[in-house]
Structures are given as structure tokens and as C-alpha cells.
């Protein structure tokens, strides 16, 4: 008899246990955004997470913490309770924090429930400046090394990046650190610098204006929304290696030790986000990059983000850039 009872509370135990799992989400979710708000990252972060809220049945509370390239944000994350109820929506310096010195963190620290966007750089200048063409850009830099400036969000980001392949191709740019994307954007508008390469979701209004003079998408393919704007492996072929990847990469994750149960749950809530009517037209609108539908199963986002690091760490690292070799993490060379 008294195994019997106990066998039963055991059963009942099970039961509960699975009833706990399949719960989930049973209380609200915050969402950290490690950067300010009414950037990119936050704009992004912010439509996926009234999305989520309707396939989840939760509401997400969306919080930002700015701060050290986003690492802040980052490792609260990571210190908070692996149960899917603190999740992280990314840029692209998760890759390249540890050969910066930045912080502890990588990719692997995470799980990425699904890449999200590519936000597609675009090399302009200003409506005064004498440069009409990428062509004409070139070779002026070609005549004048060291001479041109470039301004940049800060040294390791995607736009510092951006003058990193130049260098690659003997192009010597002077490179100029602003505060932020946004400001070195004004910089080449208020002509204090030559030209500069901001994400088009903060460009399209200066376009459309006439303050700018966009000379190529920095890429080996035109967008869609601008098919007139050229891609610069159309100027300089040889760099295909190093366009073929976006260099602004938006990502949503969790811890690395969360339950699969929770996992495969938010994997499931976001693929029906992601093939929302909403989303698609956001994204379209904003003429950004579809990663979310290009890298679908486990093994293709690994080997995307793989790639994408050892791209971009081993370059920084050449450079001078990064003071920590990527073969300290065990980052290959591409």
C-alpha cells in the first residue's frame, strides 16, 4: 500500500512538474535593450516586443540599459535567473567584445532564439561635397592618404568597421570618432567631416531631404528600397569577402542554460512574429536585411555567427584594432 502511495505522489509530482513547463510564460517578461532609446536596436527590440506580447499572451516590458557598447545591458542579462523571463535583443559588438576588451561576453554566452535584421550601411557625404560618385570618392582618398576623414560612432563599431576594409584595399582614411551613429551623421551634413556610414533606418528622411548624397550601400547587393544606389563591390569587386555579411546585426536571445522547454516555446512565439504581416512591412519599410528568414535552424545560425566573428574579430585584430587575438576564443581565421 505504501508503495502504491508513493508511486502515485510520484506520478502527481510528474504531472505537476509538466504542468509547470508547459505554463510558461505565466508572468510578464522583461526585455533589456542594452543601448538608448530611439536607436536601432530599441526600434527593433520594441516592435518584436509587441508581437511577442500577442503570441505569448504576456505583456513585455522593454527596459534600457546603455553603456559600455551594450555590455552593461548584456551582462544583466546574463546574471539574471536563466528562466525566459529576462531576454536580450542585441547588436552585433556581442561579437567582439572579448577581442576588444570590452567585456567577458560572447555569442556563445547566449542563445540566440533568432537573428532579426541586418540594418544596411550606407556610405554618403554631404549635398556640398565635391564627390558625386564612389568612384570619385575613391580615388580622391587614393590622392590624398590620410587626408579624407570618416566619422564614426566609436572604434570596434560597425561604422569604425567600415573604414577597417578600406584600410584592407590600401584606402587611408582619417577616422573620426563621434558619441554616436547620429552624430556622425550631422558631422558630414554640418560639413565637418568628408563622409561617413550610417544605418539606412537613421538615413532615409536626410535622403529624401537632399542633405545627403549616398554613394554606395556597403554591400555586394543593392537594396530593394533604393535600387539606385549602387553596391560597392560594384567599385571594388575585390572586397567581396568582407561585404557579404552585415555589419549591423540585430539578435534576440537568452541565456545559454535556459530549459529547452522555454526555448523551444519563445523559438515558436518569434517564428510566428517574424512571419507576421506587421513585421514584414516594418522591415520592409526600413529596407533592412531579412537574417531572421536567411539562418532558420540551429546550425545555420551558428555557422552565421561564426563566420560573422571571425570576419570581423580577426580584422580588428589585424588592425591593430582589437588588443586581444580572436585565437584566444578559439575564433578561427576566416
Known amino acids: 500500500m505504501k508503495k502504491l502511495v508513493s ?5 502527481a509530482l510528474c504531472a505537476c512538474c509538466a504542468l509547470a513547463q508547459a505554463a510558461y510564460p505565466e508572468r510578464p517578461i522583461t526585455m533589456i535593450i542594452p ?3 530611439g536607436g536601432t536596436t530599441d526600434v527593433y527590440g520594441r516592435t518584436l516586443a509587441a508581437l511577442l506580447e500577442k503570441e505569448l499572451g504576456q505583456s513585455i516590458t522593454c527596459v534600457n540599459q546603455s553603456g559600455a557598447s551594450g555590455s552593461i545591458g548584456s551582462q ?3 546574471d539574471s535567473d536563466s528562466d525566459g523571463y529576462t531576454v536580450l535583443v542585441c547588436a552585433e559588438t556581442m561579437g567582439t567584445y572579448r577581442t576588444m576588451g570590452v567585456s567577458e561576453l560572447g555569442y556563445d554566452d547566449f542563445t540566440v532564439i533568432s537573428p532579426l535584421v541586418g540594418d544596411p550601411k550606407i556610405i554618403v557625404v554631404g549635398k556640398d561635397s565635391p564627390y558625386n560618385t564612389m568612384d570619385e570618392l575613391l580615388a580622391a582618398i587614393k590622392e590624398n592618404p590620410g587626408k579624407l576623414t570618416m566619422s564614426h560612432s566609436g572604434p570596434g563599431g560597425s561604422g569604425h568597421n567600415q573604414g577597417l576594409v578600406l584600410g584592407e584595399f590600401g584606402y587611408d582614411v582619417a577616422m573620426i570618432s563621434f558619441n554616436s551613429g547620429n552624430e556622425a551623421l550631422l558631422g558630414v551634413i554640418g560639413n565637418q567631416v568628408d563622409f561617413t556610414n550610417p544605418n539606412i533606418s537613421t538615413l532615409s528622411s536626410y535622403i529624401a531631404s537632399g542633405d545627403v548624397k549616398p554613394l554606395a ?7 530593394e528600397a533604393y535600387p539606385d544606389i549602387p553596391a560597392f563591390t560594384e567599385f571594388l569587386p575585390e572586397a567581396e569577402n568582407y561585404v557579404n555579411i552585415p555589419y549591423t546585426v540585430l539578435s534576440f536571445c ?5 530549459p529547452d522547454d522555454i526555448v523551444a516555446a519563445l523559438k515558436e512565439a518569434t517564428a510566428k512574429a517574424l512571419a507576421s504581416a506587421e513585421w514584414q512591412e516594418f522591415v520592409t519599410k526600413n529596407a533592412a536585411d531579412k537574417i531572421f528568414e536567411m539562418y532558420t535552424t540551429d546550425e545555420e545560425i551558428k555557422g552565421f555567427y561564426d563566420h560573422w566573428q571571425s570576419v570581423v574579430t580577426w580584422m580588428q585584430y589585424d588592425a591593430g584594432v582589437a588588443p586581444i587575438s580572436p585565437e584566444e576564443f578559439g575564433i578561427a581565421r576566416p
Do not use: C, I, Q
Not at 508511486?7 to 506520478?11: K, Q, S
Not at 550601400?217 to 537594396?223: A, C, D, G, Q, W
Open 7 to 11: 508511486v502515485l505522489l510520484l506520478l
Open 35 to 37: 543601448y538608448g532609446a
Open 76 to 78: 544583466f542579462v546574463k
Open 217 to 223: 550601400v556597403f554591400s555586394n547587393t543593392r537594396l
Open 254 to 258: 537568452v541565456n545559454n542554460d535556459t
